[in-house]
């Protein structure tokens, strides 16, 4: 089992080394837009689903091997990864490593719990997300496990972000038709204003989604954002750059990163060849793994995706 991966490209932390504690699709949310499939493992329950020692070995060893690569170190589940329940051993053990700073990218639905919250003070950078502004659509959204409440999610937003004494940005994912009125956008900013955090990301769902009626909103939506959240942090764009890889093995080293991030076969095309493959090659690769059944081929807002096949 592989629990780091990176540096990948993000366009929030430049280069980022990703920590993965938790198994693929182990979530307490089952988003209408998630990038990564439908949550397979479908559960609120707080345990160490890995050996605790064994991930810290593999923080150990890629810290030491590309502590100049990587502006962030950041823990990121194919899941939640605040699930997983030594989160905090983890995070210590990597800030007693690396002077670079250690970011946690959550749905934040156990930030109302005290041993989660003790987790993530020890962390630079915390964020969580923030779909809907009341009950119904955060249920028609997040499809959340049947234990989380809407209004116990926000009081945990606002308790944490009084004690945290990091930066603490938010992102709003928005759809067509299901988040994007201005009637909508007014009730997720009224919940901002109470939460308040340092930064507000707008990010729209550029990767394929779970749901294949979910679409990306009209340009215009713009002018409403401008209006309704002013100073916010535009996202919705595609990462830059290519991915790093620990060998010329196509087929392993696609596998491993689309399991946890969906890639446009232009970022594939160019992570390879910068290593000194040729196109045809990388593509031939590519084929071979979708006739193993290994990997599916998408076409989203005109481009080709590679994601895992979960069938």
């Given at each position: ?10 366009r ?16 307490n ?149 299901i ?10 900013k ?65 596998l ?13 095309i ?38 895992l096949?979960?069938?």
């Open positions: 089992m592989k629990y780091v991966y990176g540096p990948v490209p993000s929030r932390l430049g280069n980022s080394l990703g920590i993965d504690p938790i198994p693929s699709k182990t979530c949310y089952q988003c209408i837009y998630c990038q990564l499939g439908k949550t397979t493992n479908f559960t609120n329950n707080r345990k160490n689903y890995f050996p605790k020692k064994e991930i810290t070995a593999e923080i150990e060893k890629a810290i030491k091997s590309e502590e100049n690569n990587f502006d962030y170190i950041t823990f990121v589940g194919s899941g939640e990864p605040t699930l997983y329940k030594d989160l905090k051993d983890l995070i210590v053990r990597a800030k007693a490593l690396s002077e670079k700073p250690v970011c946690v990218i959550t749905n934040g639905s156990l930030l109302y719990e005290k041993e989660v919250q003790n987790a993530l003070m020890c962390s630079d950078v915390v964020l969580p997300s923030l779909d809907a502004g009341d009950e119904k659509l955060f249920i028609r959204i997040n499809r959340p496990h049947p234990s989380i409440k809407f209004d116990k999610l926000i009081q945990g937003f606002i308790d944490f972000r009084k004690k945290f004494e990091g930066r603490f940005w938010m992102e709003v994912m928005l759809m067509e038709g988040n994007d009125t201005k009637e909508e956008l007014l009730k997720i009224g919940k901002l204003d109470l939460i308040k955090p340092d930064r507000i990301d707008i990010n729209v769902p550029i990767r394929p989604p779970v749901e294949i009626w979910v679409k990306i909103p009209d340009k215009n939506i713009n002018l409403v954002l401008n209006e309704i959240f002013g100073d916010y942090n535009n996202i919705n764009f595609p990462e830059e750059g290519s991915f790093s890889i620990y060998s010329l093995d196509v087929e392993k080293e696609v491993s990163i689309i399991e946890r991030h969906p890639l446009r076969q232009d970022q594939i160019k992570t390879f060849t910068s290593s000194g493959l040729s196109k045809d090659k990388i593509i031939r690769n590519l084929k071979k793994l979708k006739s193993e059944k290994k990997i599916k081929k998408f076409y989203y807002n005109k481009q080709i995706f590679w994601k096949n979960m069938n």
